[in-house]
């Protein structure tokens, strides 16, 4: 298993500009996380599913953000309009359950906003 | 409020000296902590949690209800160490919760 795959590695895009963040979960896995990382405010759970449906968002900073699971394999978060302080390294992560299981970690998205 | 302090950005330790990495956390209900580590260009991965009451690659951490605390301890520490420590705080409805991390360097 290749683990959770995120897409793109690396995105750089000026102020503006619409952002699409791609995560394909481990396959079996229920639940699907989306973290935020910056040097000011460490490491910052920004929404997760379970089976497909959103949970909890209370962690998404604005209406700027969005994120969707169509399916048990695939997730977006998408930022529109993006700006400078959203620059940072986006994490997905998936787990087998809600609750306690080990959320295993994609490679994560570096994101910069010039 | 649910809360993971990590006091230390920075810890710098000799090889084969002890290491303890600290963690402090406030929460209502029952915890469950654990400990990822991110080392140089690799994922995020768990590195323990206490209810498994297990040692992983040497490192041990308690959960001490009284001190609200859940160290991470090393009796002696080994250069493949280096990395960025996190203690995470599980509220019970899966969401964990970071501390700010602590990057760890041994150094020969």
């Known amino acids: 298993d290749a683990g959770v795959i995120q897409s793109p590695r690396h995105e750089v895009t000026e102020m503006g500009q619409e952002v699409t963040l791609r995560c394909k979960p481990i396959s079996g896995h229920n639940s699907l996380f989306w973290y935020r990382q910056t040097m000011m405010r460490g490491l910052e759970l920004l929404i997760y599913f379970n089976n497909n449906v959103p949970i909890d968002d209370s962690g998404m900073p604005e209406d700027r953000f969005s994120a969707k699971m169509p399916n048990a394999s695939f997730s977006t978060l998408k930022i529109q309009p993006s700006e400078p302080r959203d620059s940072a390294v986006y994490f997905c992560a998936s787990s087998r359950r809600r609750s306690t299981d080990t959320q295993y970690f994609g490679p994560g998205t570096r994101l910069t906003v010039l | 409020a649910q809360r993971v302090t990590q006091p230390e950005k920075l810890l710098s330790v000799f090889k084969g000296a002890p290491v303890e990495l600290k963690c402090n956390y406030s929460?209502?209900?029952?915890?469950?902590l654990f400990w990822y580590v991110q080392y140089s260009r690799q994922r995020l991965q768990l590195l323990l949690r206490?209810?498994s009451r297990e040692s992983i690659k040497g490192f041990t951490a308690d959960l001490n209800k009284g001190e609200t605390s859940f160290h991470l301890k090393k009796p002696f520490a080994q250069e493949e160490d280096s990395a960025m420590y996190y203690c995470?705080?599980?509220?019970?409805?899966?969401?964990?919760?970071f501390g700010a991390g602590t990057q760890v360097v041994v150094t020969p």
């Open positions: 929460y209502s209900g029952s915890p469950e």
């Open positions: 206490h209810i």
């Open positions: 995470a705080l599980n509220n019970g409805w899966g969401k964990l919760q």
